[in-house]
């Protein structure tokens, strides 16, 4: 049976976090292990999931886990990896999960030598879009017109570096398998999961996680928000494998992005001329996707 997020295991390994409500980060870590199982070894960042997770003595990780420093989940990942491997061991799958600061930014050598390993591990970035466990600081990751506690004007085109593109990162490195997805649409989501738990090398995830503290918007918009940046083309869902690349879902018409930036606080002071920025942008970034190396996906989930 295909899985979806109707078939997903009943036994959960991420219960009793201290998370914020709506915390996108925190379901991701709860689909990935439910998908991944009981066998699974994780590596977690000085960031959210470690602070919401590793809370003794209520420790909500049910696998064997481990806090990594900031700038080393990738190393960390390899050693783990790599005695997984020196024992024959073919049923352990081992994960971590980092925000964007600690990938975009303060892990991203860190990810781009574990890449270059070759070991069989899953990274997963949780992207939040800002370093939001220390103060919601700018991040490599944060789109533009965004406010911060280190932006807080926003939306500065002389001064914003777009928002850093991960996926191609990661397939400039060769390895067999990455991907983008969002909670919004969960099938894909847990396809790929799946998908990269099968690879045998690295795999890169890249999902998009929404937090309601940082954005500054309600507790239950989470999956909403997931779907709309999808749906405004903002967020592509996107595999790179066998060196092509898919795109899963290709929308014939791009929602309006005031759908998507509507209720998020960190948007309050953004422009209409602001908004066709972004809209410039997003449609640069699709026509540059349709000319690379495309190969076409239908997929049935989206409809």
Known sequence: MSISIKTLPNPEHFVGHKACGGCGGS???????????EKTHVV?????MSAVGFIYPQ???GVNAIISPFAATGAVLSGIAAVVRAKGL??????GFAGDGATADIGLQSLSGALDRR???IYICYDNEAYMNTGIQKSGATPWGVRTTTSP?????????????????AAAHGIPYAATASVGYANDLLKKI?????VDGPSFLHIFAPCPTGWGCEADATVQLGKSVVDTGL?????????????????????????????????RNITEDEIAALEAVRDRNWRELRAWNIHSSVNPDFG
């Not at 379901?27 to 199982?37: A, S």
């Not at 799946?194 to 099968?198: P, T």
């Not at 014939?252 to 948007?267: D, I, S, V």
Request: proline content about 8%; glycine content about 8%.
């Open 27 to 37: 379901l991701i870590v709860r689909w990935v292990l439910k998908v991944l199982g």
């Open 44 to 48: 977690i960042p000085a960031g959210c």
């Open 59 to 61: 420790m909500a990780l």
């Open 90 to 95: 073919t049923d352990v799958p081992v994960v």
């Open 119 to 121: 070991e069989k591990i």
């Open 153 to 169: 004007r926003g939306f500065r085109p002389e001064l914003d570096a777009p928002k850093k593109d991960l996926l191609r990162i």
């Open 194 to 198: 799946e998908k990269a738990g099968q």
């Open 235 to 267: 967020w592509p869902l996107l595999e790179w494998e066998s060196r092509q690349l898919t795109i899963n879902r290709q929308p014939k018409k791009f929602a309006p992005l005031e759908e998507y930036l509507a209720g998020q606080g960190r948007y």
